[in-house]
């Protein structure tokens, strides 16, 4: 089946700095979705983005699906920003069902 | 608009014995998966319903089980439970069952099994 990595597994960051997190996928993809999983263990929706590029306020997210990638990037962090990032792919040879990465450990210091 | 619901959000049970757990997706939601947890394996995905048949499954044994209504609600069961079943259970719903479509998961629900 399809892998996905994500990197780097752990980013400790001080308030106010930027960060770019990365997921690589093996194999063609049909939906890509980032993740920003609560202390409460609650997956939040950031993007789907299966292609191009996406803005949400201080979040931004690209994906090159030809070179099987995807990046988010987070601007002037905040605490409230510390948390597991996934990425979550749906392969285009699959039926539905997402594969997660291994997830990014994000802590942000005040 | 509701999100997805599951419930309930912490559960202790006994080795051996068997548990239900449920799922209510977004209004309108047709599609619900099911996916466990662990700090080892990380989230993997358990099965997903459709129109109340089962679409897709992945590979955990067969104590897992689940169904979904024709409200599109779901539950999963897991019967003669394992220590290592402990896990978040998190459930997603989707509008349809098309690989294009976005996902959105539940607060999930915690089981110990003791």
């Known amino acids: 089946g399809i892998q996905v990595e994500q990197s780097p597994p752990d980013l400790i960051l001080q308030e106010g700095a930027n960060s770019t997190l990365r997921c690589n996928f093996s194999?063609?993809?049909?939906?890509l979705q980032w993740f920003h999983q609560n202390p409460w263990g609650q997956l939040i929706n950031l993007f789907y983005?299966?292609?191009g590029t996406k803005q949400n306020g201080r979040l931004s997210a690209t994906t090159v699906a030809t070179e099987r990638y995807s990046l988010l990037y987070i601007s002037s962090s905040q605490t409230t920003d510390s948390g597991v990032y996934f990425c979550?792919?749906?392969?285009?040879?699959?039926?539905?069902?997402?594969?997660f990465g291994s997830g990014t450990q994000l802590t942000v210091l005040p | 608009k509701a999100g997805v619901t599951q419930t309930p959000r912490y559960l202790i049970k006994t080795r051996g014995q068997q548990v239900t757990l449920s799922c209510s997706p977004i209004?309108?939601?047709?599609?619900v998966s099911w996916y466990q947890q662990t700090p080892g394996q990380g989230l993997q995905f358990l099965f997903e319903?459709?129109?109340?048949?089962?679409?897709n499954k992945g590979n955990f044994p067969g104590r897992f089980s689940g169904r979904q209504f024709s409200n599109s609600r779901s539950e999963m069961n897991v019967s003669t439970l394992e220590l290592g079943d402990s896990a978040l259970y998190l459930c997603?719903?989707?509008?349809?069952?098309?690989?294009?479509?976005?996902?959105?998961f539940g607060q999930g629900t915690r089981l110990t099994v003791v």
């Open positions: 997603a719903s989707s509008l349809a069952t098309g690989m294009n479509t976005e996902a959105f």
């Open positions: 194999d063609s993809v049909n939906n």
């Open positions: 983005i299966p292609s």
């Open positions: 979550a792919v749906v392969s285009s040879g699959s039926a539905r069902q997402l594969t």
């Open positions: 209004s309108g939601h047709r599609s």
């Open positions: 319903y459709f129109s109340e048949t089962q679409r």
